[in-house]
């Protein structure tokens, strides 16, 4: 385990910033978490995955803006879940860019949604980046001052450790269950 940790603080940065790209929850917490054990900086730290998350759904945004028939292949499976994030889009309107960073599941799916439509690139980039800030120092700022706690977790989860996965997948399966039920059709 020490290893694991030295290497996370070695790399972290590098870690925390390719993950963070493509969402970046979890990597902003452990992030936060070795800020406390002071492996890592916590400015550094929500400075890296900020710049990151912000650059990757920018990316997302303009990739799925100008590349529409190269997009749509990869899209196929994922057709009901795309016109879900235009439903999330039209319901909650510019909100739902602060939001997605937070929920698991559509996090790359509203950029990619918002990208093939005629929404300003200007004002999605504004957001972004204030979202992302928000988001970045929010959970890792959370995180760190949750240290001491995550940190007896993480210790009791080391005593039980069948814990952890059936945690996960209870949530992993919950989310699966609630895409699904959302994106069904619905009999009229």
Known sequence: MEDIINSLST?????LFFYSLGGGMVAIIAAGILSYAGKMDLTTSIAVAFVANALGDSLLFYISRYNKEQMMPYLKKHRRKLALSHIMMKKYGDKIIFFQKFVYGIKTLIP??????KYSAIKFNILNIISALIWAIGLGYLSFTAGETLTKASSYF???PWLGPLIVLTLLGGLWYYLNAATQKKNS
């Open 11 to 15: 790399y972290g940065y590098i870690i």
């Open 112 to 117: 990619i949604g918002i990208g093939m439509t």
């Open 158 to 160: 080391s005593t039980y």
